[in-house]
């Protein structure tokens, strides 16, 4: 049984910041790639982040210099610093793993966490 669960979400000014944080929860798997993608209503899901368990990262255009991915192995947390915010960047934000249920399964498989809302209005 694996958990992807989100928090840090909610509402913030133009120019604000926002922290997202992402913890994978149970036990008996291994993760790789971990990452944050963001949806809004009508629209495709759109991948803003990616991180390595090394750490290298790749960022969309749209949020390169102003977003930072960053994890922390031990504690199987992915998080996303969010500055100079812009109601463009309003949307439901995901958390991603790749990841292998050890004894269980032979392929590293996709999972998701349930999303949080990130409004940014004035």
């Known amino acids: 049984q694996v958990q992807l669960v989100e928090s840090g979400g909610g509402l913030v000014q133009p120019g604000g910041s926002l922290r997202l944080s992402c913890a994978a929860s149970?036990?008996?798997?291994?993760?790789?790639?971990m990452g944050w993608y963001r949806q809004v209503p009508g629209k495709e899901r759109e991948l803003v982040a990616l991180?390595?368990?090394?750490?290298?990262?790749n960022y969309a255009d749209s949020v390169k210099g102003r977003f930072t991915i960053s994890r922390d192995n031990a504690k199987d947390t992915v998080y996303l610093q969010m500055n100079s915010l812009t109601p463009e960047d309003t949307a439901v934000y995901y958390c991603?793993?790749?990841?292998?249920?050890?004894?269980?399964?032979?392929?590293?498989?996709?999972?998701w966490g349930q999303g949080t809302q990130v409004t940014v209005s004035s």
């Open positions: 991180i390595s368990r090394s750490g290298t990262t």
């Open positions: 991603s793993a790749n990841l292998l249920k050890i004894g269980l399964e032979r392929r590293f498989r996709d999972y």
């Open positions: 149970g036990s008996g798997f291994s993760i790789n790639v």
